[in-house]
């Protein structure tokens, strides 16, 4: 009897290794990603958008995930990232509106064009937390973002 239990216990044990190596190569699956943003001042000039894949790199410029720069038509700008990896994103977004490749700021820093982050989220003074903008990918998604 102790034979059998002990054989069916190594058998559950071997099946939940098989299937965790077979779930190992879900990581390897990519989605499409879809950021429709609307809600500019001025249908003009250009808007820069960069996505961010960790709380670490989250703002740095010289640490964007992917990035894309587009201008707008018919009122909104459209952005599609045919293939990121499953995971956790944050957006952050500036309307450039005259074109000279910079978010221009006022006093304090505080800026003159306007911006916007993923899941609309604000923050106080700056951005916010990348866990407050953070969105899970995990199937193509549509993300709609209001531009303010």
């Known amino acids: 009897m102790k034979r059998i239990i002990c054989v069916v216990i190594c058998l559950f044990l071997f099946t939940g290794s098989v299937f965790a190596l077979v779930n190992v190569n879900t990581d390897d699956s990519t989605i499409e990603l879809t950021v429709v943003v609307r809600g500019f001042r001025r249908l003009k000039g250009q808007v820069f958008l ?3 894949n960790s709380a670490k790199s989250w703002t740095k410029e010289e ?3 992917e990035g894309a720069v587009i201008e707008i038509i018919d009122e909104t700008a459209t952005f599609f990232f045919p293939e990121l990896p499953v995971g956790l994103y944050a957006i952050a977004l500036f309307h450039d509106e005259n074109k000279n490749v910079k978010l221009d700021t006022g006093l304090f820093g ?3 064009e306007r911006y916007a982050f993923s ?3 604000r923050g106080l003074f700056g951005p916010p937390k990348y866990k407050d903008a953070a969105v899970l990918l995990n199937g193509n998604e549509k993300i ?3 531009c303010r």
Request: charged share 15%.
């Open 119 to 121: 899941n609309n989220r």
């Open 144 to 146: 709609e973002i209001i």
């Open 63 to 65: 640490l964007v995930y």
């Open 110 to 112: 505080i800026p003159l």
């Open 50 to 52: 960069a996505i961010y």
